[in-house]
């Protein structure tokens, strides 16, 4: 066969040869695909969980912050028929005050946070619970002791209250700080004041 046109005999073998058909870009079996679905299905279910334990992580302190100040508060209203002295009776009103206007101010928090009471979780309530104070404060109430026992453990439980107030300031920001500093500015007077009768006496 002559070569046609300048073509060597390669070069025209090379024209009728059959072409080889092209590979499109993406060649994906059903399989990948399943595979492909599978791997995406599985990051999106990782990311919800990581989402969800850091949604937790945020919420966690204003949970405890809300079983605390229920403690704190269940504590207080309950001494005040017990409290013979009139000075501690007194921080004791200015006390409770202060505790069901910081309970109402930290609804509105916990709604922007999507938290509800009634589901905080028993772990925080278990840890929060004021139920060894009352054991205790019955026993001094027993043997006429009430006061000073009183004092000493709402000094304690006061002081939890506001280290919790104080390290969840540090990071908060917007509407939830100005919550925290403000219930902060408001406490460290009384628990001043409560440290101090249960010092003197």
């Known amino acids: 066969m002559n070569p046609q046109n300048g073509q060597t005999p390669v070069d025209y073998l090379n024209q009728i040869a059959p072409q080889a058909p092209k590979k499109p870009l993406f060649q994906l079996s059903i399989g990948k695909v399943v595979i492909i679905g599978l791997v995406l299905i599985a990051i999106v279910i990782i990311l919800s969980v990581v989402m969800g334990a850091l949604n937790s992580d945020k ?13 704190t508060s269940t504590l207080s209203s309950g001494a005040t028929p017990h409290i013979k002295s009139s000075q501690l ?6 006390l409770t005050l202060y505790l069901t206007n ?3 101010d930290l609804s509105d928090i916990l709604e922007a946070k999507e938290i509800q009471t009634s589901k905080i979780p028993p772990s925080i309530i278990d840890s ?17 002791v009430y006061d000073i026992t009183y004092a000493r453990e709402m000094s304690y ?14 990071s908060a920001q917007g509407t939830a700080k100005e919550f925290l500093s403000t219930a902060l500015e408001n406490i460290k007077p009384l628990y001043t004041s409560i440290q101090n009768y249960s010092a003197v006496k």
């Open 157 to 170: 439980q006061l002081s939890r209250l506001v280290s919790l107030l104080e390290h969840m300031l540090n």
């Open 89 to 94: 009776r007194s921080l004791n009103s200015d």
């Open 128 to 144: 929060e619970s004021g139920d060894a104070i009352v054991a205790e404060l019955e026993d001094a109430r027993l043997n006429n």
């Open 102 to 104: 910081t309970t109402r």
């Open 59 to 71: 919420k966690e302190p204003w949970q405890q912050l809300s079983a605390r100040l229920d403690t």
